[in-house]
């Protein structure tokens, strides 16, 4: 199956790695076309960097908006047309860094990324938060992880959408588990209990269970 990834920079160009390894066909965009140009020939046979965001949705079945939360709506209201029918998989964190280097949250305590976000997409858009849950360097560690998978989190209010990122985190090399619905977000987000963790399923399940 085709998954469009919009943002190649440092967590997206690992999701590309990953589901590609898994036998996804990829189309990749980013701000200037050449990080995604340059992702797509280094993954070879399976990935294309399209002509730009909306074209990068030609054919795919999943879109993974692989963007830093600032500039997230920006790119939804582009592509706002085409993400209805589609899964959109947001793994964005809250934050944003200024030109020192301080990252700081751009939500008030409380408010979740995937709340905010599932308010900014069209009608018929299937959202699930998910893929942004462990720093990108952890991501890759431990992907088919042997003999048991490292689990990873998702949430999301729709059923299908949640068979479907099930579909693409199995694919990245994952065991997938659904924290809750979308109101569950902040869970996943940096600062939440389930944020940078790498457990199998049977601790993932009790980590959910106890809350
Ligand atoms: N990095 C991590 O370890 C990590 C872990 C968990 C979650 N996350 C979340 O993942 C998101 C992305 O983080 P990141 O570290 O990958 O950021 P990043 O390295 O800055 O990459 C952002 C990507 O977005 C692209 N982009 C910016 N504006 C765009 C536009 N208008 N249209 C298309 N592409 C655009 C950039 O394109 P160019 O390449 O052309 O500049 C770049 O490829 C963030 O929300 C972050 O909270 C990151």
Redesign the pocket.
């Known amino acids: 199956m085709t998954t469009a990834i919009?943002?190649?920079?440092?967590?997206?160009?690992?999701i590309a790695r990953q589901l590609a390894s898994g036998g996804e066909t990829l189309r990749l965009?980013?701000?200037?076309?050449?990080?995604?140009r340059t992702l797509a020939a280094e993954i070879g046979r399976g990935a294309v960097a399209a002509a730009?965001?909306r074209d990068a949705l030609q054919g795919a079945d999943a879109v993974v908006?692989?963007?830093?939360?600032?500039?997230?709506k920006?790119?939804i209201d582009?592509i706002a047309d085409p993400l209805a029918g589609r899964l959109v998989v947001?793994?964005?964190?809250?934050?944003s860094t200024d030109a020192h280097g301080n990252v700081s949250r751009v939500l008030p305590e409380g408010q979740s990324?995937g709340k905010v976000v599932a308010g900014w997409l069209p009608a018929g858009a299937r959202l699930a938060m998910a893929?942004?849950?462990?720093?990108?360097?952890?991501?890759e560690s431990a992907a088919n992880r042997s003999p048991e998978p490292a689990v990873l989190f998702y949430v999301t209010d729709d059923d299908r959408a949640g068979q479907e990122v099930e579909r693409l985190i199995r694919t990245a090399g994952f065991e997938p588990v659904k924290a809750g619905g979308i109101e569950q977000s902040g869970r996943l987000?940096?600062g939440g209990d389930l944020h940078d963790l790498v457990v199998g399923p049977a601790q993932a399940r009790s980590l959910i269970d106890r809350a």
Not at 6 to 14: D, K, P
Not at 65 to 72: E, N
Not at 90 to 95: C, K, Y
Not at 131 to 139: I, V
């Open positions: 919009i943002g190649t920079g440092g967590l997206g160009s690992v965009s980013s701000a200037d076309r050449e990080s995604a730009g965001n908006l692989a963007l830093r939360f600032t500039v997230l920006g790119v582009e947001v793994p964005s964190n809250p934050l990324a893929f942004g849950t462990m720093s990108a360097d952890l991501f987000e940096v």
